[in-house]
């Protein structure tokens, strides 16, 4: 019983960290690490897959520095492995190849966050002394820790799931928000090139053809455009092209010649 819980006890100890404070700031950074890889990997675009990928990367270099300075060794490691996965991914210009290299990366912040649980338990200067009873009592809090930090890994992997949950939602409210706008768009152009060339048409019908532009602007839209508004803006948008045509419409009829 005593060499089984010496051994136990010993293991534990040799993750303990000198410095607390730098691990709690290292458990900081590399949560940021994580969360940008993690964003990285719903990209779409390389563009945007490296620029998390870059994020991650400053939030991972601030892990190293952190867990050399507070000794904890397996999460030092993880983060020197989640730097080199980073880097290839970065060299990379293929999306695929960039990809895979992130996601190792994020398998390792992930590994770098439960080896800095496993640093940062409280109070982890055990006195082994040879009464069996007290070693019991150790070996017993000792469990008790192991409890704490398995519910705290716990709250993380749930707190990580309902960020994940909410950005899919939100995705998808966007994606079908950017459905209903392209479908205006397309019937909205529509309509104003019909009530465009009526105008004009109109105009022409009794003599009054002064070449005068019916819009300041185009009313074409990109995607791009649709994708930077919201769907009231892009109701509004069109309206307004509409009301625009209009009201040119009628000072035109002001102006004509056959009216002077």
């Not at 469990?143 to 749930?158: A, F, G, S, T, Y």
Request: aromatic fraction near 8%; glycine fraction near 2%.
């Amino acid at each position: 019983m005593m060499y089984t819980i010496t051994i136990f006890i010993s293991f534990f100890l040799s993750f303990v960290p000198n410095n607390s404070a730098e691990c709690h700031l290292a458990y900081q950074d590399a949560t940021y690490g994580f969360q940008h890889a993690e964003s990285a990997m719903e990209a779409n675009n390389i563009e945007h897959l490296k620029e998390f990928a870059k994020r991650s990367k400053i939030a991972i270099e601030k892990v190293l520095i952190s867990t050399e300075k507070c000794g904890c060794i397996e999460a030092n490691n993880a983060s020197y492995e989640a730097l080199e996965n980073l880097n290839k991914a970065l060299e990379k210009e293929k999306f695929e190849t960039t990809r895979l290299f992130v996601n190792r990366a994020k398998k390792n912040a992930h590994s770098i966050i439960i080896a800095l649980d496993i640093c940062s338990v409280e109070n982890p200067e055990f006195i082994l002394i040879e009464n069996v009873d007290n070693l019991i009592e150790q070996e017993q809090l000792l469990v008790e820790q192991q409890k704490r930090l398995m519910e705290r890994q716990k709250k993380l992997d749930e707190q990580m799931k309902r960020q994940k949950k909410l950005k899919e939602e939100l995705k998808i409210q966007k994606e079908t928000m950017l459905r209903e706008q392209k479908m205006i768009k397309a019937d909205a152009e529509v309509s104003l090139q019909q009530l465009e060339s009526a105008i004009l048409s109109f105009k022409k019908t009794i003599g009054c053809e002064e070449t005068v532009s019916l819009t300041e602007d185009p009313f074409e839209r990109t995607f791009l455009d649709l994708e930077s508004e919201s769907l009231q803006a892009t109701k509004i948008f069109y309206a307004s092209k509409a009301r625009e045509m209009i009201n040119n419409l009628l000072n035109a009829l002001d102006d004509c010649d056959w009216k002077k």
